[in-house]
């Protein structure tokens, strides 16, 4: 019972903060608000018995990268968006680009319908063994990303590595060392 | 309520008890060393030797006029503060104090000493010290005023640079115990080589631990790098527009932080309650105390004999010397785990 209430407060938080954060005139607020997001979210995953992941989120997203944000936002001291100052004449607001984001939003929903219709399909909960016992313990996770999902680890890290190589790359001014 | 439970709340609420004196106490040892060191007496009016310094300090902030300026985001300028203290006194939870006592036969079955023993404890330590910079961050920025906001700006900086060689030089501990729980970390160093070297992490990762000595001072922006608050160049940095309780919060979450940071250092490399003897049962946190304690004596013997960096060279320190060395210590140590144990 309290776990289920305990579900409903966090997701419910996670829900009504990420729609603010679109919701905010201030991007200072919006950043804030992303961050109490991503601790709901953390608190999902100890429900789910995965603190690692949990700890994880905070370190990495609510930790490092929200830190950066702040930090541009704070660097280049944004000014508050004004609604009425929106302008009419911005390519994002022509029909046909409208007319494609109606779709991908519409296509999003039936995704979600039929995510939900097929709940009662699955046996047990995602990542659950057999007898019961969770992948929850460090040296499991280590295991299965190391040996099952070793090619995926890897790519994914080259992937980062080149966006970081061409960040630098595009960030230099010509013409100075690194 | 059985017995245990109250036990475990009391030790709880002891715990949280003495990291509220433990800021009263440092301010006091702070001002107390660097009187000696300048060869003064230090605070000597309030109570024998001045002893009841803190105390004075307190009240007199107390009694201030909170004041915030006009053009002050209301909200976050008085969130910042309490964010500050809130993950200053969070981070403490995971730090085991002692091994596991009965109260002298007062209960059937031991409990740990310690807030919370979780098996992802270093890790929990990481994310809310992690948390506690957004305190710093906000605070610069809605005091709207200049001063603050490079001293925010500052403390971002320096927390996301200095953040890395600070874990990557913890994940090589991590390696040697095999395991992410402080208790279980701390009870790997039990026991002595040659029966009179205690099995310290210290021995076998010195370079480990002076990057974690130096990024620590880091993270908790104590000389010779606090630059969020230089006084020279900002006034007092991101707390300049704050006044009275509010004022008191920031340096007293600065405080608890060192406490954390000297208990992190304790367990993760002295050995925590393990100490070169054994003391008799029920008494082993003491040696966790004596040791937290030399680390912060350490701490304030460093702010009052070195001078603090330059901006530019704590950067290039951060990202060119130290974090390059933590990685090498890791690989380097990663390679004789296996070749040792493989």
């Known amino acids: 019972m309290a776990e289920t209430v305990i579900f409903y407060l966090l997701a419910g938080l996670a829900v009504v903060a990420s729609a603010l954060v679109i919701g905010q005139r201030n991007p200072m607020y919006s950043v804030l608000l992303l961050i109490a997001s991503f601790g709901a979210l953390a608190g999902l995953y100890i429900q789910l018995d995965a603190p690692f992941v949990a700890v994880a989120q905070i370190i990495i997203y609510a930790g490092a990268i929200m830190v950066l944000f702040l930090f541009v936002v704070m660097l280049l001291n944004a000014p508050k968006e004004d609604g009425a100052e929106w302008d009419q004449a911005h390519p994002l607001r022509r029909p046909g680009v409208a007319r494609f984001g109606a779709l991908l939003a519409g296509l999003l929903v039936i995704q979600l319908a039929w995510a939900l219709m097929r709940i009662a399909e699955l046996e047990a909960p995602v990542g659950s063994q057999p007898d019961g016992a969770a992948v929850s313990s460090v040296r499991e996770l280590g295991k299965v990303l190391f040996q099952r999902h070793a090619f995926a680890f890897e790519a994914t890290s080259i992937l980062i590595l080149v966006a970081m190589v061409g960040a630098v790359v595009l960030a230099r001014k010509e013409g100075t060392d690194l | 309520m059985d017995l245990r439970f109250a036990v475990q709340l009391g030790v709880i609420g002891f715990i949280f008890f003495m990291l509220i004196n433990m800021s009263a106490l440092l301010v006091l040892a702070e001002r107390k060393i660097m009187g000696f060191m300048q060869q003064r007496y230090g605070p000597y009016l309030v109570g024998p030797h001045g002893m009841l310094q803190p105390f004075a300090d307190i009240l007199k902030l107390l009694f201030k006029e909170e004041l915030r300026p006009k053009g002050a985001d209301k909200w976050l300028f008085t969130l910042a503060p309490i964010l500050s203290v809130t993950a200053a006194f969070a981070a403490f939870a995971t730090v085991p104090v002692g091994g596991e006592t009965t109260f002298f036969g007062l209960l059937d079955d031991p409990i740990k000493l310690g807030v919370a023993d979780l098996n992802v404890g270093v890790l929990v330590v990481f994310a809310i010290t992690s948390m506690g910079v957004y305190g710093i961050v906000l605070a610069g920025w809605s005091s709207n005023s200049k001063y603050s906001l490079m001293g925010g700006l500052r403390a971002s900086a320096q927390m996301i640079s200095y953040e890395l060689s600070y874990a990557t030089s913890i994940a090589a501990v991590i390696m040697l115990a095999g395991s992410l729980s402080i208790r279980e970390i701390v009870d790997s160093q039990a026991g002595y080589w040659w029966s009179f070297i205690p099995r310290w992490y210290l021995f076998l990762q010195p370079v480990g631990f002076i990057i974690y000595a130096i990024a620590g001072v880091a993270e908790t922006n104590r000389a010779p ?31 608890i932080n060192m406490v954390t940071m000297a208990g992190v250092a304790t367990t993760l490399y002295l050995g925590g309650w393990h100490g070169p003897f054994p003391l008799p049962a029920g008494f082993d946190w003491l040696w966790f105390v004596a040791k937290a304690g030399f680390i912060l004596f350490v701490y304030i013997w460093m702010r009052w004999t070195v001078p603090r960096y330059r901006y530019d060279q704590l950067m290039a320190f951060g990202w060119k010397w130290l974090f390059p060395a933590s990685v090498i210590n890791l690989i380097v140590t990663a390679a004789l785990l296996l070749y040792l144990n493989g």
Not at chain 2, 230 to 249: D, I, K, P, W
């Open chain 2, 225 to 255: 790098f606090d630059f969020p608050e230089a006084e020279q160049e900002l006034v007092a940095g991101y707390n300049t527009e704050y006044s009275s309780v509010r004022f008191a919060m920031f340096p007293q979450a600065e405080y």
